[in-house]
């Protein structure tokens, strides 16, 4: 059993002003419901159990008028109104984004790019997306095949992922932490098995690891990492596609951009869209049986590869930090 | 109620009747034996085959959703797999709305409605047949897909692009489009003949202020799929073009937009959440009263209800889409029209509680099936509230808040009351009723299960676990609660294999002695009644006849009113004026008939072929279908075979009418509604697709086919209906050659000015292919292309019975219908015309 305690995916659990206002109206509609379900409970057990002459006084078309017209359209009224202040709070921009990051939706999985102030990447990673705390941060996402839905009930409502549209989507929030999203428009076999960390750290770690993130790939240092590269830039792997040739690495020969951006995937809390904690053990697992892990998504089973040569490949991506 | 002092009445026909009047009237209204029985039309067997096939697709989809919560009974569970799971879920939400809930409505409109208005039958008993018999053999192959791992697997919203060519090839989406467009036309079939129904075959003096609340409910509701559903049909059609042709309607490359997809959809999918209400709710309103032993209180507020939520329930559409990035202005739109549509839902409620305080309640099965709906619809409607606002949506949206709020408003407005109807009209069409004590544990275990079943996923939704997902990892905090929803899935399941058991123990249907009037009930359905409905038609003059008219039951019984036989030696009822039901004519209708039944199976094996791409054994099941529906119509328009007939109290009617005389003028003019929802939708894709995409559109009309095509195609269009109209003319006449020559005319000018138009395209260069501008403009050119076809061959059909000498002066019905539909082809044809030359051409 995973455990994701540090990974919060729910709408109960608002970690910023945006998810907090829409938490606070749910509260406030859910009181609501239960106290106008109950006076509906009782009024009809009124109508049915009282003395005759008492539930007589229900019987006629006053109460259709009080219950069925006046009173939703008062209440519904006063709702709409604080329905629309707070939609409008949401959507009002008031300040410039500080960083403005790319998501583009892919099956199944999620590709970031950070964008740089005249709109050009930056820095490419997947899966796992930082952010500054307290800072305004503008997602701009997309999707590269079907619909998908970009999603982190922690820090903000939903908003979908269409081929050829881009919508944008503001996250600030102050709360340090790392907060689960998962794709919630369905988008084929394995809309099960695509989620995602945001991690959100001090404008000083963000910084840093945005520096990291745009740096090339390091040298593995010893010989068995050395061996995981050599055995990724192979074209032996006994399929159609080896790992180079789907998946880069920059600063070596690996730039094919079908797959995730792999340069600094030993830096990444997770692996698989969010679907397994990343270490040697995982990583190798999932060379080995993608398959079988997650069908359905792009990645093949390297199942010619043996143990040794597996544990390579993990140990020169676990290097990738 | 002055009628109700007994000896004063005036009854139309005087006793005794004469003794061969009622063996003739059986004889005649006899369903046929053997073999032949399938081809019965009679509406009580039209009916409960129909209301028995839809509760068997309940069933197996009840199970699929079975196999769903177990496999999400534990997390990371590998029951099944994600393949599977994705058909599992695709095929539960289509087979619950396409195949039961709409046709479960439909299906007791046949069961109950003539007999709520005491008419004998439908007015088109061979349509329901047909409409029955396409749906079943239809949603059986379209089940059957699941065995085969043929099933859709793209959600039963079916959003493109996950659908399209590209994403899921192989047939299993073309199973869905193919068969849900097709059994839509079955729906669409059946609301024309409940317009014309509920309009047009009331017993005389039910105006429309003493019509039962559950036929105005089946008007609104026919009212919707006529309006709504073309827009699905529209839909399927784009993108299986899409699919088959790589017409890009939602390729966002070549100028498409998959939220043109989602408009379309949910332009239809909104209106079928109340498609499916109106008419449960109609029913709660003609039990509750039974149920209290009192008329319903506020009728005309739940008549007004009713009618408000078909208008608001075509605003509604867009809080589907409040993720997909629309501009808050028009969300906010959206926001207030779908907390507006509580208020007609609140209405009814409160008049149910009202009549539940006017009244003493008997507590029945079907009273506690009301009560068990009052509790999860109230629940459904607060939650539907909470996700018509905007910023609450954004959370909410496809998870299982939602899942549980549908199940609520769905589950809990339609089933519910479904069960109550079971267990309250199964009187009416079997020997004995259903047993109390079973009928208890039903509800309870039903209500129970679906309570937990459904209850907890609001919970499960808010902390963050999407819909559609075949499995969840553990420790996210979702287990317990669904487990809890599984324990209750099969405490649902429990229940209903009661209801099964109760029926296999006391439901005795087909047998000449009913169960009868077991609660009191005051409307008319509760008459006794043979085969051919009430003896005779009675005077109405109240909502609740059987209360207030004393000896009603004895008298219609005895043949005292209307109608008392069959005068004409055919099947026949009384067609009354659509408001106040004064009696007009007497309606001649088609009894049993082979080619009826064999139309609706050719119907569904022409789709079948269709759908696996055998396009030439499809073209001849296609021949077949037609030659068929001929072979079935040929009988109909019978014309004035029999003088005016007294049908008691001085009446004298006759026995055929055309024009708007006619209930067929009608029912084609209604068709033509249909007609003109599906144009503006087509129209609808041809704007929203600008707005996307104007630079895939001949701006200034630079590539469009030069002015002089579409001028002859407009040209050929008015000479064809010039003549038509000189046709009837000429018919009126009573010359027939004049009649022929122009019909046979008429069809290639019609044929040639759709040539013109494909023709000045092609020539231009344009490829359906290209853009989405180019597959809007021939798929403008194909819809006419098919009326064209229609037209054509209703056109030789009345050219070959006018040779055949069965079309005259007085018999002319076919020919007017046809003319009718000519001009609506040539109307639409101009429309077509219209934008696509002249649009592009006021661009700059």
Redesign the interface.
Known sequence: ?????DA?????NPQSPV?Q??AT??WV??AG?AL??LA??A??L???FAR?EA???????E???Y???V???VS?SA??VY??L???R??TRDEPAAVRIEVIGE?FWWRVNYLDAAGYTDAVTANEIHLPAGQAVDMDVTSE???H?F?V?SL?????M????S?RLRLKTDRLGVW?G????????????MAFHVVVETPEEFAAWLAAQRRPAAEPLDPFSQRGKTLFLSKECGKKKCCADCHSIRGTPAKEEEGPDLTHVGSRRWIVAG?FPNNVGTLAGWIASARHLK??AGMPSFDRYGGEDLRALAAYMESLK | MTASTEPKMEYPNPLPRPEEELPLLEKIWNPPSGWSFITVVNNEYVGLFYVGAAFLFFLLAGVLALIMRTQLAVPENDLVSQGLYNQLFTMHGTVMMFLFAVPAMEALSVLLLPNMQAARDLPFPRLSAYAFWAYFVGGLIFFCSIFFDLAPSGGWFMYPPLTSHEYSPGHGADFWLLGIGFIEISAIAGAIEIVIGVLLTRAPGMSLDKMPIYCWSMLVFAGMVILAFPAVIVATALLELERSFHWPFFIAAKGGDPLLWQHLFWIFGHPDVYIMFLPAAGLVSMMVPAMAQKPLVGYRLIVLALIGTGFLSFALWVHHMYATGIPQLSLSFFNAASMAVTVPSAIQIFAWIATFAAGRLQFKTPTLFILAFLFVFVIGGLSGVMVAVVPFDWQAHDTYFIVAHLHYVVFGGMVFPLFATFYYWIPYVSEKPLSERLGRWVCGLIFIGFNLTFFPMHITGLLGMPRRVYTYPAGMGWEGLNLTSTVGAYLIAAGVLVFLVDLARNFRPFTPKKAGNVWNAGTLEWLPAGEYAARSIPIVTSREPLWDQPNLARDVEAGRYYLPGAPTGRRETIITSPIDARPLYILQMPGASWPTVLAAFGTAVFFLLLTVKLVVPALFAGVFTIAMAICWMWSTDPGPSHPPIDIGGGIKLPVYVTGPMSHSWWAMVVLIVVSLSQLGCLLFAYFFLWTVSPEVWPVGGAALPVADYPFAAVLLLVLSSCAMAYASRALRAARSWPVRFSLLSAIPLLVAAFGVELYAHWQSGLRPTDSSYAAAVYTFIATQGFFVAVVAVMGLYTLARSLCGLLNGRRRATFDNTMLFWHYTVFQGLAMLAVVHVFPRLLE
């Open positions: 059993m995973l455990n994701l305690a919060v995916q729910s709408a109960l998810s206002e829409i109206l749910g509609m859910i419901a106008i379900f509906v409970l009024l009809t009124y109508a049915l005759d539930r007589a006084v229900l019987g006629g078309r109460l259709i008028l219950g069925g017209v009173f939703p359209v519904l709702l709409l329905a629309l707070t939609a409008d949401i959507v099956q095949d079907v619909i839905s999603w009930p903000a409502g939903k908003v979908d269409f081929p050829g549209r919508n689960r998962q794709c919630a428009e369905y988008c084929g076999a394995q809309h099960a098995k679907t069908p359905g």
